[in-house]
């Protein structure tokens, strides 16, 4: 069983950066893909961001050239760098992952483990 317990969420204005992080309880981490998705309220779970085992990363076109992802396997924690925020980024943040990866690392029923998310709120 894998936990994963995110920090790093908060309110700030448009422009503004925030870095998230995601640690897992994880023997092995290097071996599970990860991600973060985000989910504003009435709107469906969007992938923001996905990185394979060997370090492989991904991005959903609205955070493309603002968000990075990185993944420090001897901390066992994930994480998510957001700079030019903008407010239609404003959501609840979740960092999941999967043992091994493939393909589809953007479809969140991939998924096993999950965080219980961090609320991420970005004024005007």
């Known amino acids: 069983q894998v936990q994963l317990v995110e920090s790093g969420g908060g309110s700030v204005q448009a422009g503004g950066s925030l870095r998230l992080s995601c640690v897992a309880s994880?023997?092995?981490?290097?071996?599970?893909?990860m991600a973060w998705f985000r989910q504003a309220p009435g709107t469906e779970r969007e992938g923001v961001a996905a990185?394979?085992?060997?370090?492989?990363?991904g991005y959903g076109n609205s955070v493309k050239g603002r968000f990075t992802i990185s993944k420090d396997n001897a901390k066992n924690t994930l994480y998510l760098q957001m700079n030019s925020l903008k407010p239609e980024d404003t959501a609840m943040y979740y960092c999941?992952?999967?043992?091994?990866?493939?393909?589809?690392?953007?479809?969140?029923?991939?998924?096993?483990?999950w965080g219980q998310g961090t609320q991420v709120t970005v004024s005007s």
């Open positions: 999941a992952a999967v043992r091994g990866g493939g393909s589809g690392l953007f479809e969140w029923r991939k998924y096993v483990y």
């Open positions: 994880a023997y092995g981490a290097s071996r599970y893909s």
């Open positions: 990185i394979d085992r060997d370090g492989h990363a």
